[in-house]
């Protein structure tokens, strides 16, 4: 019985496992949002783009018997509610944040309306690497069996940060973030520009929900998300608008996200909701501590209206 | 139902100062009742073409809807019973825009209040129900006020953003209603739907006589008007708006912002504290997840569309009571998903945003003609 063999053991396990298996949807939120807020805008919408995410991914799976199929059509439909976000936000007089909720409540409503007869049928889920082949430790394999749009996830956090760095898009973002009257003079749109990062970051936040639906937990229902969407959010916020450190927080989330049912796997079932709740804790306890009334935070792009 | 609203947002809408001409007097006010109601057609518009792109006639959907919410006095209580929570979460998101602030977190401090309300009832199980129903509603009212302070003590000690920490106590509050009601607070006797014990149906607040409309309407109504007399013709009103327009200047003749918003805040929590009371009192008897049946983020949408106007609330309220009046029905007849209220709300909540933008465009209303 390895089971008994592991004894304390398959808790640590099981958090490094539900790390990565949890993380994936918060680290492609957190780098869509990311690229966005790093224009200037913030998309408190990406909650319901998750869940869009994860219907449309489902139903187009399950027509098309291609999960991969599923991914590009999440993506494709997180793009058009983030340009349906940029979209209204470019009007003028319009506040970004009050749109977001509104797209939140919009995206999580039409995700169940249209996916109610997704919530009965199985689609073809997403295949997964398996990186424990040389241990015979069932656990051990469980949690090395890792899906590959994790490590799409991971491949694009380094690639990110190189292209704000160094690129021209990336510096146009970056201007647009920091003075809407720079990348103005520089002859930009700067409402094109947001309009493009948000798509970007919807995008990848759709890719974010296809997930959810498609490898963990995998399958449809009216309770995937439980404010995943909303989490990542705020994870950007104290990851600095760096996509290196959202990486190492959607790890950290996805661990403390996995502690709840890790703990109940080894019988410690009392204040099992309390664990659930501990992503938003970690979130909330992360703001206070970095949080100051007496400055903005370090690395906030200066038009973004939530630091000012 | 349009004329209330006429008569509340004028009381309220600021007319552009000394000059003749009804448009020049009036265009304001009628802009702040003219816009929303576009916006509001044109969201039903656009849902009518989604449920026809459904393969349903959209005209058995307006009449489904009105029927459903406006067309019996039976639909019409059901109406009225939904629209008290409305107000009062609402009010939970109006009253801090005040400030300036976007409190969207109504639900936690519902789910809290209802916690508290209850907790309250099962200690003084025996005390006279007046005693009980007291404690209730200063207990619901205390613990969602606490709840929202929460949020608006970060944001002024620590400078966390409230509209964030207020949505993440949404999901702590849920996690902590979960936790009490399948662990300490448990009724052995709930098996399938963990609950808490029931309060007692001596202790219900029962209805208004002659309605089936129970006395949280009351408590709603009551609320809103206080809160607008509180917000446009007290002082302390007067300098909340004062800090919200601009903050520096409120600093400068001397205003305590922090006291502001606190106090604001722990208003605005006891609001929806108090629809959780309402609905634990009135509708559910006990603690249990039912009770986060979506009222505190509706009525976000409702504190938009009325522009954070705590009179407008009530008639919004009431129309936005009656959309999900009418789910039900239109569940049983045109054989939709629960779900098109939600979207329904949805695309209100993105007309009215983008309406925003007319404001002060609309030719005609400048009395320029």
């Not at chain 2, 619901?140 to 929202?148: A, E, K, Q, R, V």
Request: positive net charge.
């Amino acid at each position: 019985m390895a089971d008994a063999s592991l004894g304390l053991w398959t808790v640590p396990l099981a958090v490094f496992g539900g790390a990565i298996r949890v993380s994936t949807p918060f680290l492609f939120v957190s780098l869509g949002e990311c690229i966005t807020e790093r224009s200037g805008r913030i998309n408190l919408g990406l909650e319901g783009t998750l869940v869009m995410g994860a219907m449309s991914a489902y139903g187009i799976s399950y027509l098309s018997g291609s999960p991969w199929l599923g991914v590009l059509a999440a993506g494709i439909t997180g793009a058009l509610f983030g340009a349906l976000h940029a979209g209204i936000c470019s009007l003028p007089r319009v506040n970004d944040i009050a749109v977001g909720i509104a797209l939140m409540l919009l995206g999580t409503g039409l995700a169940f309306f249209l996916g109610k007869p997704l919530i009965e049928p199985t689609a073809a889920r997403l295949p997964a690497i398996d990186f424990g082949w040389w241990s015979d430790v069932p656990q051990l394999r469980a949690a090395l069996r890792i899906n590959v749009l994790f490590l799409i996830g991971v491949a694009i956090a380094p690639l990110l940060y190189w292209a704000f760095r160094t690129t021209r898009w990336g510096l146009l973002i970056r201007t647009a973030g920091e003075s809407a009257d720079a990348a103005r003079a520089m002859g930009h749109s700067v409402l094109l520009i947001r309009l493009r990062a948000t798509m970007v970051g919807g995008f990848l936040a759709g890719i974010g929900g296809s997930f959810l639906s498609l490898f963990y937990p995998g399958s449809w229902n009216e309770g995937l998300s439980s404010g995943q969407g909303i989490t990542a959010v705020a994870l950007v916020i104290f990851a600095r608008w760096d996509p290196m450190l959202c990486l190492w927080a959607s790890l950290a989330f996805g661990g403390a996200a996995a502690l709840g049912p890790a703990l109940q796997s080894v019988g410690i079932t009392s204040g099992y909701h309390l664990f659930n709740a501990a992503p938003y804790i970690l979130t909330l306890a992360i703001m206070i501590i970095t949080c100051s009334p007496k400055r903005t935070l370090t690395g906030a792009p200066a038009e973004l209206s939530i630091t000012r | 139902m349009t004329t209330e609203a006429a008569e509340s947002v004028e009381a309220a809408g600021v007319a552009p100062a000394a000059d003749p001409g009804f448009l020049q007097r009036y265009g304001a006010s009628i802009e702040y009742i003219l816009i929303p109601g576009a916006a509001l057609v044109g969201a039903l518009a656009v849902f009518g073409g989604f449920i026809a792109l459904y393969g349903k006639n959209p005209l058995d959907l307006y009449f489904y809807m009105y029927y459903g919410a406006f067309g019996t006095w039976f639909s019409w209580q059901n109406t009225l019973t939904r629209a008290a929570p409305l107000i009062l979460t609402a009010l939970c998101t109006a009253l801090p825009a005040q400030l300036g602030m976007v409190i969207i977190g109504g639900e936690g401090a519902l789910l809290i209040g209802a916690l508290s309300a209850t907790s309250a009832a099962l200690a003084l199980q025996g005390a006279a129900p007046i005693v009980v129903q007291i404690a209730m509603v200063i207990a619901g009212m205390i613990g969602g006020g606490l709840w929202i302070t929460l949020s608006g003590g970060l944001r002024q000690y620590r400078g966390v953003n409230e509209t964030i920490s207020s949505l993440l106590l949404v999901y702590i509050a849920l996690a902590i209603l979960n936790h009490l009601v399948e662990g300490p607070m448990r009724d052995p006797a709930s098996l399938n739907k963990p609950s808490t014990r029931e309060i007692g149906a001596a202790n219900m607040i029962g209805s208004i006589p002659g309605t089936d409309v129970h006395w949280g309407l009351v408590f709603g109504l009551v609320a809103a008007i206080a809160a607008y007399i509180l917000i446009y013709h007290t002082t302390f009103g007067f300098a909340a708006r004062v800090a919200g327009g601009n903050i520096r200047a409120a600093k400068i003749v001397g205003l305590s912002v922090g006291k502001l918003i606190l106090t604001v805040c722990f208003l605005a929590g006891s609001c929806a504290g108090l629809a959780g009371m309402i609905e634990v009192a009135a509708v559910q008897g006990r603690t249990n997840a039912n009770l986060a049946a979506g009222y505190g983020f509706t009525g976000i949408l409702v504190a938009f569309l009325a522009r954070q106007n705590p009179l407008a609330i009530i008639p919004v309220a009431i129309l936005l009571g009656g959309i999900s009046a009418s789910g039900g029905l239109l569940q049983r007849r045109l054989g939709l998903p629960d779900a098109s209220v939600l979207v329904l709300q949805g695309i209100i909540f993105v007309f009215v945003l983008a309406s925003d933008a007319l404001y002060g465009r609309i030719g005609f209303l400048k009395g320029k003609s």
